[in-house]
């Protein structure tokens, strides 16, 4: 046993401890968010969620499992407790393990790197072994800062950085008491090989890889279908994000879409899409610059409009599975970001985003929000839980029997 309290120690948005109790509390709260479906599928699909235990990938698993009836594999890449806790998603991937025991799924949870070959043969063989051998569905959320090439063993490495011309922006910083400051900051043009190094890491050559992978095993279903977790963003982030370093992969994400569309209706009846999620507080997105005063805004103006992630995921799902019908737009992406695109959202943004100082940041962004949703990434700030107690750290990772009794095979 290794109980202590555990105190948020930060250095701006980055947290040196993560909250068991906290994350698995927000693991809880996510699966009750999701709707119950209207009735059971008649077979349990069999689902793999590369990126399982965070953001959005955390999501299409909470949904997967809780409105879809998915059984499958997620996977992800998480620290065990040492002489710090475990990282969050170490935490709350024990969490949803519990979850799935507790309501009779099936899942197994795999920890590595999902770049690498052996990752992609140990999902195999499990998909071989444990779940008839056909996979229906993969869902690919995948953010990284580097990865390596399993063939060449070159390492890439993403950059966030613009196109072209340097680019300044407002951000959002807060001071150790929570109180935020409205800053510019600047960021110099991508130079050398840096779009080409940021596509290698975070645009579809993985995705790919990871499809050849499992056709060639033989173990796509007929009809399977696969999602690629995307952004695009509003005009106020663009020339950092979509027209940036990042976009370039995001972009290439795209394409690889349609590449695989096509390869996959010819080889199994099945499809390929990308997935443009709405705007949400990620470990991913507070890297961003400018991203945090824009989330923020966001939600000053919708308040509780603004479709949370779980949200988001439970509506791919019905897409997905044909609870509803596929909403493509004319380049063939499922679109969750409507609402926040919406013209008059983004006006009402904007102007709030053009008159933004330290001054009046608390009457324009809702910034008690943003400040909790960062400290809730780590499972801080989560209503009903006592940080004065002790608390378990040394939690173990789920075992390969994560399968509730009564399971739907």
């Known amino acids: 046993m290794s109980e202590r309290v555990i105190a948020p120690k930060n250095r701006g948005f980055l947290f040196l401890d993560s909250h068991p109790a906290g994350c698995a509390r927000l693991v809880e709260d996510m699966w009750q968010a999701v709707p119950a479906p209207s009735r059971a599928p008649d077979r349990a699909p069999v689902a793999l969620v590369i990126g399982s235990s965070a953001g959005y990938g955390l999501a299409a698993t909470i949904a997967g499992l809780a409105r879809a009836g998915i059984r499958g594999i997620g996977v992800c890449f998480e620290k065990a407790p040492g002489r710090r806790t475990g990282t969050a998603g170490w935490y709350r991937t024990a969490a949803t393990a519990g979850l799935v025991r507790r309501h009779g799924h099936d899942m197994v949870f795999l920890n590595g790197d999902a770049f690498s070959d052996e990752m992609k043969n140990q999902v195999a063989q499990v998909l071989e072994e444990r779940f008839d051998g056909r996979l ?4 690919y959320s995948v953010a990284a800062p580097r990865r390596t ?7 890439y490495a993403s950059v966030l950085k613009p196109i072209g011309e340097a680019y300044r922006t407002k951000t959002l910083v807060f001071d150790d008491g929570g ?8 960021t110099q043009p991508a130079d050398g090989d840096d779009i080409e190094q940021t596509v290698a890491v975070m645009g579809g050559t993985d995705w790919e890889r990871w499809i050849d992978h499992l056709a060639d095993r033989g173990l796509l279903a007929d009809g399977f279908t696969t999602a690629a977790l995307s952004y695009i963003g509003s005009a106020l982030t663009a020339a950092i994000y979509r027209q940036g370093t990042i976009g370039a992969a995001k972009s290439h994400l795209e394409q690889t879409a349609r590449t695989l569309d096509e390869r996959l209706g010819k080889l199994v009846g099945g499809r390929a899409v990308t997935s443009v999620n709405a705007a ?41 599975t044909g609870a509803r019908p596929l909403d493509l737009d004319e380049e063939g992406r499922v679109r969750l970001d409507t609402w926040e695109l919406a013209p008059a959202v983004q006006a009402a943004v904007t102007e709030r985003w053009n008159t933004a100082t ?3 940041i608390t009457e324009l962004a809702d910034l008690g929000w943003f400040h909790a949703e960062v400290q809730r990434l780590y499972g801080f700030a989560v209503p009903g839980i006592d940080y004065a107690a002790p608390v ?9 029997v994560t399968r509730g009794p009564g399971s739907r095979a």
Do not use: F
């Open 392 to 400: 378990e750290t040394d939690i173990p990772w789920p075992d390969a």
């Open 179 to 186: 109180t935020g400051e409205v800053r510019e900051v600047g």
């Open 358 to 360: 330290t001054a009046n």
């Open 136 to 139: 229906d569905y993969l869902i």
């Open 149 to 155: 090439d399993p063939v060449t063993g070159t390492t």
């Open 280 to 320: 949400a507080v990620t470990q991913s997105s507070t890297a961003i610059p400018g991203i945090a005063l824009y989330v923020g805004l966001l939600r000053g103006v919708l308040g509780h409009a603004m479709v949370p992630p779980i949200g988001q995921l439970t509506d791919l799902w019905d897409q997905l």
